[in-house]
C-alpha cells in the first residue's frame, strides 16, 4: 500500500479483522486509497485482533462475523473491552434483524453485508458511532414495518385480551386463566376465541407462538 497517497493527518485509522486474506486485503486496499483514513492493520483470529489493537490503536475495527473457530460478536465485546471507545463495524454474509439486535448489543456501531457495496462500509467506517447506528437501509425499513405491524396487533387487542394472552403462554387453560383473572371460564373462552381471531389463528398453541413472535408476550411474564 504503499504506492497510495499518505492519509491526511488526523485520518481515521481502521484494523480490518478477518480470516479470509482476500478479502482482508480488499477491503484493506479500499481504505487506504480514501484520504481521510488509514489502514493500519489486518488480523486474522481473536488473538491476533488484540495483538494489533494493542500495537497500533485503531479508532475503528472492521470485524468479520466467522472468523474461523473464534465468533466475531465475542471478538468484538474482546476488543472493546481492551481498548474503550473504539468503533467496531461488523460484516456478515448475511444480515437479519436478529443479527442486528445482537451485534448492537454486542457493541458493534454498524452491520453491513459482505456483498454490499464499497460506500455503505466506508460510510459505516466515517459516521456509525454511539447512537448512530448503521445498517443498509432495507433492513431498517423491513425492521420498522415490524414494529409497525407489531404495535397495530397490539392496539387490536384489549388490555384483558393482552392479560389472557400472557397466561396462554405461561401454560394456563381457559379454565386456570378465568380463576386467575377472576373471570367466568365463558367470558375467558369469548376472549379466546377474539384472540385467535385477531391473531389469525386457529388454535391456543398457535396464537401464544405467534404472540411470542410479536415480542406481545413472554415467556418469563
Known sequence: MDELARPARGATRVLVVDDHRMMADAIALAVAGQPDLECVGIAVDLASALDEVE???????????????????????????????????????????????????????????KDGVLDDLLTAIRTAGPGRFFAPAELLRTMARAASDVEDTRRMLTPRELDVLALLARGYDATTAARALGISVQTCRSYIKSILAKLQTHTQLEAVVAALRLGLVHLDA
Open 55 to 113: 500495537r497500533s490503536a485503531p479508532d475503528v475495527v472492521v470485524m468479520d462475523l466467522r472468523l474461523g473457530r473464534d465468533d466475531g460478536l465475542e471478538a468484538t465485546t474482546r476488543v472493546l473491552a481492551q481498548r474503550p471507545g473504539l468503533r467496531v463495524v461488523v460484516l456478515t454474509a448475511y444480515v437479519n434483524a436478529g443479527l442486528l439486535l445482537r451485534v448492537a448489543d454486542a457493541g458493534g456501531v454498524a452491520l453491513l453485508p
